[in-house]
């Protein structure tokens, strides 16, 4: 079974700033990962999949990469509505699917 | 697309209830449907899923034995039917479409859109 581990658990950053999150699988998944945002009172939302691919609606300031089992969200300049928590996703035993913990972006 | 969950509430240990996931604005019938459940604790946790024809069902260990998911195409409404609740159980139960079905396959897709999601609490 896949285990995916996301850091920090936190970031605190300012509005504009660069925003990275990492996603960790513990062991190769390809490039089968997606992310999701929620915020609170809200159900997750499908942000990026196939890692580096935007969901329909999601803005350029999102962008999402990989390097063997490492995972990056970054998130170019953060804007108000982007403080939220996001999760990872892996689907290698689909159709069941594995999330990561969340990191939650918080304004400092 | 439009996915409405129903159902939650608050029910004793040993307990049962089903949930039902309404769902429109699209073709039902033709896409597989999971139930992903959360909690601050242990986060989101896919529990079930099933196909569009529902010939083929899926279950995470923590409910194997005690949950059945279903459907009724005719009426665009998915179910989760809970027995021997446990105080674990407790969650946010969500409904999220799960992938395009064909006459012979069921293709992989990212869970997209979710439900808002129906809170079930399990507790004496």
């Known amino acids: 079974e896949v285990v995916l581990t996301q850091s920090p658990a936190t970031l605190s950053l300012s509005p504009g700033e660069r925003a990275t999150l990492s996603c960790r699988a513990s062991?190769?998944?390809?490039?089968?990962l997606a992310w999701y945002q929620q915020k609170p009172g809200q159900a997750p939302r499908l942000l990026m999949y196939?890692?580096?691919n935007r969901a329909p609606g999601i803005p350029a300031r999102f962008s999402g990469s990989w390097s063997g089992t490492d995972f990056t969200l970054t998130i170019s300049s953060l804007e108000p509505e982007d403080f939220a928590v996001y999760y990872c996703?892996?689907?290698?035993?689909?159709?069941?699917?594995?999330f990561g913990g969340g990191t939650k972006v918080e304004i400092k | 697309v439009q996915l409405l969950e129903s159902g939650g509430g608050l029910v004793r240990p040993g307990g049962s209830l089903r949930l039902s996931c309404a769902a429109s604005?699209?073709?039902?019938?033709?896409?597989?449907m999971s139930w992903v459940r959360q909690t601050p604790e242990k986060g989101l946790e896919w529990v079930s899923a099933?196909?569009?024809?529902?010939?083929?069902?899926y279950y995470a260990d923590s409910v194997k034995g005690r949950f059945t998911i279903s459907r009724d195409n005719s009426n665009n409404i998915l179910y989760l039917h809970m027995n021997s609740l446990r105080a674990e159980d407790t969650a946010i139960y969500y409904c999220?479409?799960?992938?395009?079905?064909?006459?012979?396959?069921?293709?992989?897709?990212?869970?997209?859109?979710w439900g808002q999601g129906t809170l079930v609490t399990v507790s004496s």
């Open positions: 604005g699209f073709t039902f019938s033709t896409y597989g």
């Open positions: 996703q892996e689907r290698s035993n689909w159709p069941r699917g594995t």
């Open positions: 099933i196909s569009g024809s529902a010939d083929t069902t």
């Open positions: 062991q190769s998944i390809t490039f089968y």
């Open positions: 196939d890692a580096s």
């Open positions: 999220v479409q799960s992938g395009y079905c064909s006459p012979t396959t069921w293709y992989p897709a990212w869970f997209d859109p």
